[in-house]
Each structure stands twice: as C-alpha cells, then as structure tokens.
C-alpha cells in the first residue's frame, strides 16, 4: 500500500508524543495517506493512557514491547515496529519530532511514486531537521520497505542508541540513493540543542555508558557495514563509492 508509516519508540513523554500526534493532524493533506506506530514499552507507566489516545484516533497504533523492565535499545524498538506497517513507505521517526510543512505527506508520496521512486525502489528521502541545512544526516528518514527485505532489519540493533542513523545514510549514499528535501520541515527537539530539558527517559537510555558503547561499536561493525552495503550492491548491480562509507576502524 502507498501509505506512509511512521514508525516512533516512545516511553512515557506524554506531552510529545501529544505535540507530535497534533503536528500530523494539523499539517498532513490526508491523514488517510499516513499511520503512527508507538512502540511502546510494557512497563510503561502512560502505556493504558496512550491505548486510550490509540482507540479514540484511528490512524495512531500502539505496539506493545516486552522490555523485562529493561531499556533493550531503541533501534531494536524500530525493528520490532515495522513488521507492523501497513504502508510501504517507513517513516524512522523519533517521539521529539514535530512536523512544521502543511502537505508534506504528499510530498512524501510523489517521491515514492512510480516517476520517481527507482524500479529497485532503494532510495532514502530526509527532511530539514530544524538545524542542519544541508544533506548531511538523515535523523528522519523515509524509506522503502524493500530495503528492510534486501539488508534483513531497518536499524542496526546492536546499537542502544544513536548512529542507526548514519548507518542507513551511509547505505544510502554510497549509490546516490539519498534525496534531501529542505522545503520539508520536521523540526528535531532533542535536548541536546537545548529546546527542552534532559528527561528521565534520556537518562535511562544514557545509562551503563551506552553512548560511549555505541561509538565503540561503530567502530566494531565496521566489517558489518561493508557487508551490508554489499548486500545492496549485489541487488542493485551498482558498485557502491566506498568514499560514502565509513570503513575505518578505530
């Protein structure tokens, strides 16, 4: 189906998930061309108010995440989401983003369209985040499904926070497969810049050290990358610009 599935690991942090369920309303041209999907962690102390919010607006999903009342990484959150999509287009969406253009979701949809999606249909289209004014990073992204089928995950679980970002631009990049749409803006609130203090949910996700862990592991998994950017190469039948790609190790 041509839909749009936004896909968003979210714990407690009511008021975004509210804001961010408010700016998809307010903006979308068709709020039949998109679905939400929290995943939702089983200890969750709002998880019966958000199946609430679920049950009274049709297009917001709840996913249930057996956690063992552990953090278990957001990146295999978004992994266990996406079996769940109805639409082929998957939105990698964070709960602390805000959608800001009126009618971007049609937007959205023409660059998946069969003018100008590639019959391979492996293409990566980001939105201004709110900071970065150039195609740098991709902390949104729409993807087609296919990938998901070509490299066998939509994010590298290894890593309990960050870099399932790059990751996937990487991927992306090295086959000219990454289109950067300015005009479309998905405004990025994460603490880090200072646009809302750093919550509970923040320091449980930066516990045991887990941002250093990642770094390491970009490191680590570097034979992995190549591995995976492989996998595209043989589908596609492109040689991959390894200059794309991070291939250093530490």
């Known amino acids: 189906m041509n839909k749009i599935s936004l896909l968003v690991p979210s714990r407690e942090r009511l008021n975004l998930k509210l804001t961010l369920i408010?700016?998809?309303?307010?903006?979308?041209?068709?709020?039949?061309?998109?679905?939400?999907?929290?995943?939702?962690?089983?200890?969750?102390?709002?998880?019966?108010?958000?199946?609430?919010?679920?049950?009274?607006?049709?297009?917001?999903?709840?996913?249930?995440?057996?956690?063992?009342?552990?953090f278990i990484g957001i990146n295999k959150i978004w992994n266990l989401l996406y079996p769940h999509a109805e639409g082929n287009i998957l939105g990698y969406i964070?709960?602390?983003?805000?959608?800001?253009?009126?009618?971007?979701?049609?937007?959205?949809l023409e660059e998946f369209d069969k003018n100008n999606l590639p019959k391979d249909k492996i293409k990566l289209v980001h939105c201004y985040d709110g900071y970065r004014d150039h195609d740098e990073i991709s902390v949104n992204a729409f993807v087609h499904k296919k990938y998901t089928e070509i490299v066998g995950y939509l994010?590298?679980?290894?890593?309990?926070?960050?870099?399932?970002?790059?990751?996937?631009?990487?991927?992306?990049?090295?086959?000219d497969r990454v289109k950067w749409i300015r005009?479309?803006?998905?405004?990025?609130?994460?603490?880090?810049?200072?646009?809302?203090?750093?919550?509970?949910?923040?320091?449980?996700?930066?516990?045991d050290n887990n941002d250093t862990k990642s770094d390491e592991l970009w490191y680590d998994l570097v034979d992995e990358r190549i591995s995976d950017v492989k996998k595209l190469s043989n589908y596609l039948l492109i040689e991959p610009d390894w200059s794309k790609v991070d291939t250093n190790k530490k």
């Open 22 to 70: 408010s700016s998809i309303i307010t903006t979308v041209k068709d709020i039949n061309n998109v679905e939400l999907i929290f995943g939702i962690d089983e200890d969750d102390p709002t998880r019966d108010i958000v199946k609430k919010i679920s049950n009274a607006i049709p297009f917001v999903k709840v996913i249930d995440i057996q956690n063992n009342k552990k």
């Open 94 to 108: 964070g709960d602390d983003m805000v959608f800001k253009t009126q009618n971007w979701d049609e937007k959205i």
């Open 155 to 175: 994010c590298r679980e290894e890593f309990l926070i960050n870099w399932s970002d790059q990751w996937m631009y990487q991927s992306f990049k090295a086959f």
């Open 183 to 207: 005009d479309i803006h998905i405004q990025h609130n994460h603490w880090v810049f200072g646009k809302r203090k750093r919550d509970e949910v923040a320091n449980r996700m930066l516990s």
